[in-house]
């Protein structure tokens, strides 16, 4: 069993860190908003910390799991951030979606001071965090890596190392451009269905068995039919997301046309006050 802190005690971030403690690891948690922390602490025991420093200090492995770019320099390179208090040889897995290249910034920053950086974002959503069955994909190197999976697989079903500093990173951004396209998709699909006066459950029920079925449809199909988008993943969420996949589009030359008119149609939403629904918000745009 491993000393862990993890910071960041999101809707991702309480679970994921509730499982580490569940197999056994000694947690120290670190939040933004102190009572939170606290609160995590009289569920699951441990440690709360007042500074992602403080977290850090001591560990075999810290998580982070935190909003975006800006959020994890903070935790990490600011004033009172966790590389400040890291020793030599500790391995920090970050959790967040950011960008390839804050990954490959922290990699090096990490280095330099002996400890090691995985950029491990994660996929599954709030229902994979809470049930301990989340897919990790990760950059880095191999020998911290190695050590690094049995401890991250306390809170998923799959995790897998995808090359350099980065990549796990990239890989993120390729499962959100995926889902942009599923989403909308099954959104047209579901929308045309209605149009033509055709019983939507039961056309979910025939094409999802067949080359059309997809996790999209077997989880969000029928919910979308019933306007009911309050399964976690928000709008603002996926907008940060594409918005990390678009930039780094233009600075690998690669072409997401789709992608870049599914993020438009995700801000019409926005803009139809669903800021905080979960992705397959993208049919309401259709059915208003």
């Known amino acids: 069993m491993a000393k862990v802190a993890f910071l960041g005690l999101g809707v991702m971030g309480y679970p994921m860190a509730r499982h580490l403690a569940g197999k056994g690891h000694e947690l120290t948690v670190y939040n933004r908003t102190f009572a939170k922390a ?22 075999d492995f810290v998580f982070a799991c935190v909003g975006n770019d800006d959020d994890l ?76 999976e049995p401890v991250i697989m306390s809170f998923a079903r799959a995790c897998r190392l995808m090359g350099p500093s ?10 959100q451009i995926c889902i942009a396209g599923l989403v909308q998709g099954l959104a047209e699909g579901i929308h045309f269905g209605k149009k033509a006066g055709l019983d939507i459950e039961a056309v979910i029920d025939v094409i999802s068995k067949g080359a059309a079925g997809s996790w999209q449809m077997e989880n969000r199909g029928k919910t979308m039919n019933q306007s009911k988008f309050d399964f976690g993943f928000a709008v603002d969420w996926m907008r940060k997301d594409l918005a990390i996949c678009l930039e780094e589009a233009r600075k690998n030359g690669a072409s997401l046309p789709v992608t870049a008119i599914v993020d438009q149609f995700y801000a019409e939403v926005q803009g139809m006050g669903g800021r905080r629904w979960d992705t397959s918000s993208l049919i309401a745009r259709l059915d208003r």
């Open 38 to 59: 606290e609160k995590w602490v009289s569920e699951n025991g441990g440690k709360a910390a007042r500074t992602p420093k403080e977290a850090a200090e001591g560990q």
């Open 73 to 148: 320099r903070e935790v990490t390179i600011g004033p009172n951030g966790a590389f400040h208090g890291l020793r030599a040889g500790t391995i920090f897995i970050d959790n967040t979606t950011a960008s390839a290249g804050v990954a490959k910034e922290l990699h090096e920053a990490a280095k330099a001071k002996g400890a090691f950086f995985i950029d491990a974002p994660v996929s599954g959503g709030q229902a994979g965090a809470e049930n301990g069955v989340l897919t990790v994909m990760c950059g880095g190197d191999a020998e911290p890596y190695a050590k690094a």
């Open 166 to 175: 980065g990549s796990g990173q990239l890989t993120k951004m390729i499962n």
